[in-house]
């Protein structure tokens, strides 16, 4: 049974699903842009048996009540320290992390910060190497070397509208009509909330601070070596195969699967990724 909580962090209410048995390793989904928590809506039944499953909803997306722009500065630093005291008031001390698209750098700044917390990462299309960036990028890039008024509104028709928000979804899966349509559209309908387009277009330009810390997530998984399953859509727009097979470039033991679908590929293959992430936490040992 899946459960639906709220709690404090600092001015933040952050919302999250919650499942399993709490005194079973814990499993902490973070997601990415459009989304929210709902992505895991098919995976978290097929591991809260064996797993006490977290999924919150990042500060400008899903439920989660956060401040207005710009009491609240939008930046992924931010996010992961948001997210970070979500973990605290959780009582979070020991966790795997799953993280997918934004996730992941939020994620990998949870490991810089507190490496001994993180048992094992699975990173489904959640990006850490330049290899791993398509020409989808280009806009952005502009963008980050030029952040005036101009280059945020290309960014603003390329990235925020409906139909892109639908076809990130769809792009590169076996049978469009298996992507039930309600994904896309709830994360449009709380994209429109006051300020929230905004809030994206300052998320999109802070991005490059990620890549800034490519390096330094590197040293981590290089230094620390956590058991690591990369389970990709392969026919991703945004990020490329390569990006995933450059994990082992600095964790030779990471694990790298592809899947026929696209970057949210929980939409049509939930029970493939579900066994794989079964299959990589089964084997850690036992903790006291």
């Known amino acids: 049974m899946v459960r639906f909580h709220t709690v404090a962090v600092g001015a933040h209410k952050v919302f999250y699903r919650e499942a399993g048995d709490r005194s079973r390793p814990t499993l902490l989904l973070l ?13 978290i039944p097929l591991l809260a048996d064996r797993f006490h499953i977290v999924a919150p909803d990042l500060p400008g997306f899903g439920f989660t009540e956060s401040p207005a722009r710009p009491a609240f500065a939008y930046s992924f630093d931010n996010l ?3 997210i970070e005291g979500f973990t605290d008031a959780l009582g979070l001390h020991r966790y795997a992390l799953y993280v997918f698209d934004y996730g992941a750098p939020v994620g990998f700044r949870l490991a810089l910060s507190r490496p001994e917390r993180v048992s094992a990462i699975v990173s489904q299309n959640g990006n850490a190497y330049e290899q791993g960036l398509s020409e989808g990028w280009s806009v952005l890039r502009t963008y980050w070397r030029e952040p005036n008024a101009a280059n945020r509104e290309a960014v603003r028709a390329a990235q925020l509208t409906h ?3 639908r076809w990130q979804y769809v792009h590169g899966t076996p049978d469009p009509l298996q992507v ?3 994904a896309w559209e709830l994360d449009w309908a709380l994209m429109q909330r006051p300020d929230n387009i905004e809030i994206q277009l300052d998320l999109f330009l802070d991005y490059a601070s990620n890549v800034a810390l490519y390096p330094k997530f590197h040293d981590y998984f290089r230094s620390h070596r956590p058991p690591f ?3 990709w859509g392969r026919n ?3 990020f490329l195969p390569p990006g995933a097979e450059a994990f082992k470039t600095d964790n030779p033991n990471a694990q790298v699967r592809f899947l026929d679908t696209g970057h ?3 939409e049509t293959h939930a029970a493939e990724i579900g066994a794989a992430i079964g299959e990589l936490l089964g084997r850690l040992p036992a903790e006291g």
Request: aromatic share 12%.
């Open 31 to 43: 997601h990415g842009f459009p989304s929210s928590s709902h992505m895991f809506r098919n995976l």
């Open 80 to 82: 992961a320290k948001v």
């Open 163 to 165: 139909e892109a928000t």
């Open 180 to 182: 039930a349509p309600e």
């Open 229 to 231: 399953l990369a389970i």
């Open 236 to 238: 991703d727009p945004f």
């Open 264 to 266: 949210f590929a929980l």
